[in-house]
């Protein structure tokens, strides 16, 4: 039976790959986000890859009243229904400092939306009996850094959403994988000062797949990034608080 | 963020360009790179010299607005962004009984840098230029965005292909692609024992796909020796597909040295049995042998490398000979030389094939590599030929004018078109092409 994937947040390079990927094994796409002019460009990409029918969906992780709509529509297909989710948002910490009120967004963006949306279509997801959800947090969320520690507190906070929700769904046979990725080659990094080791969008978009496969739990990628946070996390916070990375 | 400060290169890596790059995800992101500081589209910089070189100013890198916006499967018509790779298209449309209808010797060369260029394959003879078989262009050019065919805006429609990117960024175009029987080539090699016989083969070829190797170094009786390959799409089963190779450091000098490049083709001559041999390839293995190896020009060590490659009218045969014979005894050349018979075909003003014979080889950088160059270009405009943009580095600016008739008439059209200069290149300043109206 033809699997369906959500792609919320599908205008990332990093959602574009993995829709790529998940179109040419024949799933079924649903490519949902705000620019949907550029949405239905990537869906019929999709189709041509090999997708077995590919859409364009307006998502805002800010407009909850949204969401019950797309659960609606992706409810109407037989299959098993796949989640992943690659949106959040991070304005420069110096953004944040200057206007605090900027923190709700980055919340909303990166944390209380996704974690809207997935709680109105785990539901669906149990009734099934299966399913997949991707949550695509960041290595930024392993531990606050003065750098950019309110887009890493959403991301902390939306793993341990993941967590909760992989401990609900497994029960009805569902499965929830955990993304941290380090730096990815994307619109978001590029000309970013201080990027280092940047992976291309394709070599995550294959780990991700690799990963669902293997019902990981939560993966770092490159998997390197697995080394050098456990090295940070275990930096003590005397020493921490006082450095700069 | 939209910039960043990159240095990049062509392929030969002899000439070096620094300053903001965008490389836009979206087309609204292009839109805001074009509004904000307008400078050239680049693709994947496979333009050996200084084509894809924007020095001090700004360019934007189109790779990664590349999907396929709708494909007509009765027709054969692929809408699709320019940065996207023809070898990608062929990987995806082969199995569907379709290719790009010209595709060059590198997979990972974009579609804008495709027609900014009017690339020829191993096909030109029968199917033409890349440009002839593009239905439409849609332009981006400040905040206007327009649709162009050889039908519709044809004057702009002839400097845009084989325009150099001079006349705006090419968003997405759409190409007739050709019809194919599948997704393998059935190749015949033979080896040539000299240079006349190597006309002759091309002459009486009757293959829809047909490239010579040369072996540059040969010289007296062998001179213009080399292996004719001939193929034709097929269908059967795929042999499996390799894992491409990567070259991960620059090479010392003596591993393109003179006795090692001798040994080589040689014995890449001798491969192929005496009577010829066919068989089956994938096709990217015919079409774009050299990607197997990614990042193959570091091969050329640090100081990089540079292609010659000229075309010369039928008639202009012993110049030809003339050129191969200096190259041989310069003991300069590279394995890599290449020989192809190209027809008439040619979509724009600066288009640079054109009836005759082409040849291409390539050299390490070096001052005799630069006097032999400009020996072999001054011979090329003598006999009426040209010398490919797409590959150089070197030319005269003053040779331009004889080899390309109609760059008086391109240059008003892209002056026309850009009339701050905003598209120009370190190519076009270099050869001051768009002062020539
Ligand atoms: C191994 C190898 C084999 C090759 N074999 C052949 C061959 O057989 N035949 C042949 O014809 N060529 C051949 N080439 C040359 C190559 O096909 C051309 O240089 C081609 O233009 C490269 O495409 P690109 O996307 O890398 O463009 P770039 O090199 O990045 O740019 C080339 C030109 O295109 C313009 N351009 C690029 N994108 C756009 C756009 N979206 N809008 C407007 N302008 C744009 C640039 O401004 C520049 O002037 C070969 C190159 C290599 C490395």
Redesign the interface.
């Known amino acids: 039976m033809t699997d369906n994937w959500i792609i919320l947040g599908a205008?990332?390079?990093m959602a574009?790959a993995f829709a790529r990927a998940v179109s040419s094994e024949g799933a079924r796409v649903f490519l949902a986000g705000r620019?949907l002019?550029?949405l239905r460009?990537?869906a019929?990409?999709c189709v041509?890859?090999g997708a077995e029918a590919a859409e364009a969906m307006m998502f805002d992780a800010r407009q909850q009243p949204g969401f019950k709509a797309i659960v609606d529509r992706v409810a109407q297909e037989d299959g098993m229904i796949n989640v992943a989710v690659f949106v959040g948002s991070m304005p420069a910490q110096s953004d944040i400092d200057a206007d605090p009120s900027l923190i709700d967004g980055v919340i909303k963006d990166s944390f209380t939306g996704p974690a809207a949306f997935l709680q109105t279509i785990a539901p669906e997801m149990e009734e099934r009996g299966g399913g997949t959800v991707i949550g695509v947090g960041s290595v930024a969320g392993d531990r606050g850094r003065i750098g950019n520690y309110v887009y890493g507190s959403a991301k902390a906070g939306f793993h341990t959403y993941l967590s909760g929700l992989r401990n609900r769904l497994t029960r009805s046979g569902g499965h929830v994988v955990t993304v941290k990725p380090g730096f990815v080659d994307?619109?978001m990094t590029?000309?970013?000062e201080g990027m280092f080791l940047v992976a291309p969008p394709e070599k995550v978009a294959t780990d991700l797949l690799r990963a669902v496969e293997k019902k990981k739990n939560v993966i770092y990628t490159p998997f390197f990034w697995a080394i050098i946070m456990g090295i940070i996390t275990r930096i003590p916070e005397r020493i921490f608080k006082k450095m700069s990375i | 963020m939209l910039w960043k400060t990159l240095t990049y290169s062509g392929w030969g890596r002899v000439a070096e360009a620094t300053g903001p790059v965008a490389r836009p995800e979206r087309v609204s992101s292009l839109a805001a790179a074009l509004a904000d500081d307008a400078g050239p589209a680049i693709g994947n910089c496979r333009s050996y010299g200084d084509a894809c070189l924007s020095d001090g100013r700004s360019a934007i890198k189109m790779v990664r607005l590349d999907r396929m916006i709708s494909f007509d499967a009765d027709a054969g018509v692929l809408d699709v962004e320019a940065g996207m790779c023809v070898g990608e298209i062929a990987k995806i449309f082969a199995p569907q009984g379709w290719l790009p209808a010209v595709m060059p010797g590198t997979g990972f060369a974009t579609v804008g840098g495709c027609i900014a260029n009017d690339v020829h394959g191993k096909n030109h003879h029968g199917a033409g230029s890349f440009g002839q078989h593009v239905v439409e262009i849609t332009l981006m050019n400040g905040d206007k965005t327009t649709v162009i065919s050889p039908s519709k805006n044809a004057a702009l429609f002839k400097a845009t292909v084989g325009g150099l990117g001079q006349t705006g960024v090419i968003v997405s175009a759409k190409l007739q692609l050709l019809a194919c029987k599948g997704d393998v080539m059935m190749v015949t090699e033979r080896r040539i024992d000299g240079f006349d016989e190597f006309i002759e083969a091309l002459d009486a070829s009757q293959a829809s796909y047909t490239v010579g190797w040369i072996d540059a170094t040969a010289k007296g009786d062998a001179l213009g020796r080399g292996i004719l390959e001939e193929g034709e799409t097929g269908y059967g089963l795929v042999p499996a597909k390799k894992k491409s190779k990567t070259v991960p450091f620059n090479a010392p000098r003596f591993a393109l040295s003179k006795p090692i490049v001798k040994m080589f083709n040689s014995a890449y001559f001798r491969r192929v049995p005496e009577n010829g041999r066919t068989s089956v390839k994938p096709i990217q293995d015919f079409f774009f042998p050299l990607d197997a190896i990614h990042d193959w020009n570091k091969l050329y060590g640090k100081q990089g490398f540079m292609q010659f490659q000229c075309v010369v009218p039928p008639g202009q045969i012993d110049a030809l000979k003339r050129m191969l014979e200096k190259i041989a005894h310069s003991g300069l050349a590279s394995p890599l030389a290449v020989l192809k018979r190209m027809g008439g075909g040619a979509a724009g003003l600066m288009s640079f094939p054109m009836e005759g014979y082409t040849l291409a080889v390539d050299f390490r950088s070096s001052a005799k590599a630069l006097k032999l160059i400009a020996e072999l270009e001054t011979t090329t405009a003598e006999a009426g030929g040209r010398v490919y943009l797409a590959k150089d580095a070197t030319l005269e600016a003053k040779h331009l004018p004889a080899m390309y008739p109609n760059l008086s008439k391109f240059s008003a059209a892209a002056n026309k078109a850009d009339p701050d200069g905003n598209f120009e290149t370190d190519l076009t300043s270099r050869l001051r092409i768009r002062s020539a109206s």
């Open positions: 205008t990332s390079s574009k620019d002019e550029d460009v990537s019929s990409d041509q890859r994307s619109a590029w000309g970013i």
